[in-house]
């Protein structure tokens, strides 16, 4: 089963995606962590990607999706995957269509996960992280004993430059340019499941369960 995950920023990917992986037992293909690892291993790939970042440049699609390509064709993916945050745009997705037409693989479900703005800004807005330690805290759905102090440590807790308000709001309004020509691209291809990302985790997990078996009428 091949899947593609997508949502905003805070709208729980990261956790959903590692509960995909855990169920139905297929890879996690992130570009971030393929890109390091292709520039580790000093592939050709890798060593030009390297140069461009190096340069300060941002890589071209056919760098992304060249090394797309050389993940999804290892062993590991043989009966699945997940691609998550990838493709980005309307050009990503017609290049990941040829690689995989190439491939003969196709995409099963592309994975919309839907939160209103408002609940990402009161989610992201209220994340706080201890200087010393590390240890994350929540203003709203995990506070400290003693506002700004880490319970474990004594540290001072701080707000990350991009989890204020304002900066999710550009965050959320790059993503909305970017992610909404992909919804209806993959709608008309029959393959867009738009799960809501409101509720528990246990939740939000058992609708994208529904979505993927085909259990439920929410999708798209």
Same mark, same amino acid.
């Given at each position: 089963m091949n899947l593609i995950l997508f949502g905003p920023p805070g709208a729980g990917k990261g956790t959903q995606s590692q509960f995909i992986v855990d169920r139905f037992n297929i890879p996690q293909i992130s570009t971030g962590d393929i890109l390091r690892a292709a520039v580790k291993a000093q592939t050709d790939l890798g060593l030009k990607a390297k140069a461009i970042m190096d340069a300060g440049s941002l890589l071209p699609d056919e760098v992304v999706l060249g090394v &797309?390509?050389?993940? &999804?064709? @290892?062993? /590991?993916? $043989?009966?699945? #995957?997940? @691609? /998550?945050? #990838?493709?980005?745009?309307?050009?990503? $997705?017609?290049?990941? $269509? /040829?690689?995989?037409?190439? @491939?003969?693989?196709?995409?099963?479900?592309?994975?919309?996960?839907?939160?209103?703005? /408002?609940?990402?800004?009161?989610? @992201?807005?209220?994340?706080?992280?201890?200087? $010393?330690?590390g240890k994350g805290y929540h203003n709203m759905y995990a506070p400290p004993k003693v506002e700004g102090v880490c319970d474990w440590c004594k540290g001072e807790l701080v707000q990350r430059t991009d989890d204020h308000e304002e900066s999710i709001k550009n965050r959320l309004l790059t993503y909305e340019n970017q992610t909404a020509p992909l919804k209806a691209y993959y709608e008309q291809l029959g393959l867009l499941r738009s799960v809501q990302g409101v509720g528990s985790v246990e939740e939000i997990r058992q609708r994208i369960v529904g979505v993927v078996q085909g259990l439920s009428g929410d999708h798209s």
């Open positions: &797309i390509r050389d993940r &999804i064709v @290892l062993q /590991d993916c $043989a009966a699945g #995957f997940i @691609l /998550d945050g #990838f493709p980005r745009t309307i050009q990503q $997705a017609d290049g990941l $269509a /040829d690689i995989l037409s190439g @491939l003969q693989v196709k995409i099963d479900h592309v994975i919309s996960l839907e939160v209103p703005s /408002d609940m990402i800004i009161q989610r @992201l807005s209220g994340r706080r992280t201890c200087v $010393a330690c």
